[in-house]
């Protein structure tokens, strides 16, 4: 396996065609969900896209399951980032996209930078999403490689996250896993939020940053507990917003299908990091999201002592 770096290097890229890859999950199958990644990748490849991003948790999707904690172990098995790094290499592109790896101590939401090379770029998310902490523990700030950031799902929330990219980011190369409210439910209103958020999630981001991004997302349904504290079973699923954005929050093409794997591909013109002294949140959240914030986090990080005994 080529060594894992976490170290800034500096690119001044030029434009480029970026593919922002959709894909219909099977919650916990690793390697159905590696196969159709590895399927969608070629074909992007074949349109002459040259960064490819993956969406988060590509190989397993996430939610409160017990299918959970054997993903670690088989994308460690299955040697996912060699087998992505292969195709790099052959094909001279860039892939990103992240996974759940345990590293012998912990366990990281890792999105990781390929380009066939002898090294690989990678950040942990800083921050697990609410019942996430269960699953992954904190990570770190480094997220600019090459004239790219790595930003996944709610880090797309925060001005933290901009203000974390180095002055030579021009372009954002975002992965998010995002769940829907259970499927049935009665509350549409907070239902059209949260699909509002997250469809305008990298506009905004785009248009505060200056920065364009290639967007990634999963699709599916799949079966989870309600919550940390409420282990009823219910059926939700991903909510995707694949899409590619300019660096003035302007979508150059989105994939309108949410039903199944696809991709959206653009060129892209890098941007300019701008300046900002945005408040650790972009948004107003909404109170329930604060309250799961403090909630689920606390909870999860108390679950995850347990949980990292199991997923090694």
Not at 68 to 91: C, G, H, Q, Y
Not at 255 to 278: A, D, R, Y
Request: charge should be negative; hydrophobic fraction near 40%; charged fraction near 25%.
């Amino acid at each position: 396996m080529a060594p894992l770096v976490n170290k800034k290097s500096t690119f001044l890229a030029g434009n480029m065609i970026g593919a922002a890859i959709q894909l219909k999950i099977q919650l916990g199958l690793v390697s159905e969900n590696l196969r159709d990644a590895l399927e969608i990748v070629d074909a992007a490849i074949l349109q002459n896209a040259e960064v490819i991003v993956l969406p988060e948790f590509f190989t397993s999707g996430i939610a409160i399951n017990e299918c959970m904690f054997e993903v670690p172990r088989m994308n460690r098995e299955l040697a996912v980032i060699d087998t992505i790094s292969s195709v790099a290499r052959k094909a001279g592109v860039k892939i990103a996209g992240s996974i759940l790896v345990h590293d012998g101590r912990d366990c990281h939401n890792r999105m990781v930078l390929i380009d066939g090379t002898d090294n690989i770029k990678f950040h942990d998310k800083d921050i697990p999403t609410q019942f996430e902490n269960a699953y992954y523990c904190d990570g770190d700030r480094f997220r600019t490689f090459d004239g790219f950031g790595l930003a996944m799902c709610w880090e797309m929330l925060r001005g933290k996250t901009i203000r974390e990219l180095d002055e030579d980011a021009q372009v954002i190369l975002g992965s998010t896993c995002w769940w829907s409210l259970p499927i049935g439910s009665t509350n549409e209103e907070l239902a059209i939020y949260n699909q509002d958020l997250n469809a305008n999630m990298p506009n905004k981001f785009a248009e505060i940053s200056g920065l364009p991004i290639i967007h990634s997302s999963t699709v599916g349904k799949y079966m989870t507990k309600r919550s940390l504290k409420n282990d009823i079973e219910i059926e939700r699923e991903y909510i995707g917003t694949t899409k590619i954005v300019d660096g003035t929050g302007k979508t150059l093409g989105d994939l309108k299908s949410k039903e199944s794997s696809g991709m959206v591909i653009c060129e892209i013109v890098p941007g300019k990091k701008k300046m900002t002294n945005e408040d650790f949140w972009l948004y107003d959240l909404r109170q329930e999201y604060m309250e799961a914030w403090e909630a689920e986090n606390k909870l999860g990080k108390m679950r995850y002592e347990e949980n990292i005994r199991r997923m090694n």
